[in-house]
Nanobody, 114 residues
C-alpha cells in the first residue's frame, strides 16, 4: 500500500527527493511519516506531516529536509538537501489508522559518500 522510491548514492552536500506513493486516498487523512534506519542503529522518526498540513522534523534534519504531500497523486515526498554521511540509512514511509494499524512501505537506501 506504500511504495517508496528515490534513494541512491549522493556525495556530501548533495540532494535527493524521496517519494512515497500510497495506493489510496490516505495522504490527506493520516499522519504520514518518514523513518530511517542506519546500519547498527535503531529506527528513527525523521519527519511527519499531519492531515492539517503542519510538519515536524527531528532536530538533526531541521533546515535541511522538507516533507510535503500531493493529495492528487497520493504521494508524500521528502526533499533532502545538504546531505551528510550520517544521513546514510534505509528510509521508509509509514502511516497509522485505527482501521489499518501501522502500514509500512518498503525502504529505499540513501548512501551519502564521496
Amino acid at each position: 500500500q506504500l511504495q517508496a522510491s528515490g534513494g541512491g548514492l549522493v556525495p556530501p552536500g548533495g540532494s535527493l527527493r524521496l517519494s512515497c506513493a500510497a495506493s489510496g486516498s490516505i495522504v490527506n487523512i493520516a499522519t504520514m511519516r518518514w523513518y530511517r534506519q542506519a546500519p547498527g542503529k535503531q529506527r528513527e522518526l525523521v519527519a511527519w506531516i499531519v492531515s492539517a498540513g503542519s510538519t515536524n522534523y527531528v532536530d538533526s534534519v531541521k533546515g535541511r529536509f522538507t516533507i510535503s504531500r500531493d493529495n492528487v497523486k497520493n504521494t508524500v515526498y521528502l526533499q533532502m538537501n545538504n546531505l551528510k554521511p550520517e544521513d546514510t540509512a534505509v528510509y521508509c514511509c509509514n502511516y497509522y489508522t485505527v482501521a489499518t494499524g501501522n502500514i509500512w512501505g518498503q525502504g529505499t537506501l540513501v548512501t551519502v559518500s564521496s
